[in-house]
């Protein structure tokens, strides 16, 4: 897989790699029944997902400042 | 609460931000736009409250509890074949849901209670895997035990309210309802997880 060139699509793909990884976190969690898969589920999954949630709303943001 | 859906819908979502990780020009167009917001956004989110709440639910769970060695003691201590002993007396006869039977006493019946049992189960999560555990007979409650989490279930309850020891003497039952006077204190419903004597204790073996 290549980054693209773009800026913002660059961005974009950088945050759906991290909640590809959140996700891959969560579903493993899933399948753990240990008190230690909560923590994991919440300390790494969700910090991952809620980067790559909010990697993608400043994608958003900063795309529209470089169209104006 | 079965993991499947959830498992599924985290491998559609996976697949759905693949698209956009190997094809970002998809979101050039309007329908890309839509389906960015949807697999970056609102699927994640999606995720991770569902994910969110089985995990809560799950932390609920006997076996969850028992999971750790620290508690085993505490799992043979409610198969006693001794109706004196409280927990496992309430465990065998299903005066608690069998499957949720630690969280349904040591929660706290109160605002934020299972809040409260969560902050304290990440400390013991801590104390497993950074600390020292105590040995299981030295294991105590952080509070004496509240009478607040028996008379959520037993208040009102005939057997509770007319059961003859509980009569015995007038002021028992309003000290009791008052929290001045145990229900596991001495004389009473004292025995409730003997952990030290469990290699002497007769287990049952009925169907669980």
């Known amino acids: ?68 | 609460m079965s993991s499947t859906p959830l498992l599924l819908l985290i491998a559609v979502s996976a697949v759905l931000i693949g698209v956009i990780v190997f094809r970002p020009g998809v979101t050039a167009t309007a329908g890309g736009k839509m389906l960015a917001f949807f697999v970056l956004f609102l699927l994640p989110l999606v995720c991770l409250g569902i994910g969110t709440t089985y995990h809560i639910d799950n932390s609920k769970r006997t076996e969850f509890c028992l999971s750790c060695h620290e508690m085993e003691p505490f799992g043979k201590s409610l198969l006693v074949d001794d109706p004196a002993h409280l927990a496992a007396a309430h465990y065998q006869n299903h005066r608690i849901p069998a499957g949720e039977a630690c969280y349904t006493c040591h929660t706290t019946y109160a605002m934020f209670g299972g809040f409260r049992a969560k902050m304290q189960g990440l400390k013991h999560v801590y104390v497993h895997y950074l600390g020292t555990p105590p040995a299981p007979e030295a294991i105590r409650l952080y509070d004496p035990y509240n009478n607040r989490e028996c008379l959520h279930c037993h208040l009102g309850a005939r057997s509770f309210e007319e059961g003859a020891v509980h009569n015995a003497d007038p002021d028992l039952l309003p000290a009791v309802k008052a929290n001045k006077v145990s229900c596991v204190s001495s004389g009473c419903h004292e025995v409730v997880h003997d952990v030290a004597s469990l290699k002497n204790a007769k287990f049952w073996k009925g169907a669980l």
């Open chain 1, 1 to 68: 897989m290549k980054l693209s060139a773009n800026r913002l699509e660059r961005r974009l793909q950088v945050s759906g790699i991290l909640l590809i990884l959140g996700l891959l976190v969560e579903a493993t969690c899933l399948l753990w029944t240990r008190p230690i898969a909560f923590v994991v589920f919440l300390c790494v999954g969700g910090l991952l997902l809620v980067l790559g949630v909010l990697l993608y709303l400043f994608s958003l943001v900063s795309g529209n400042q470089q169209e104006r």
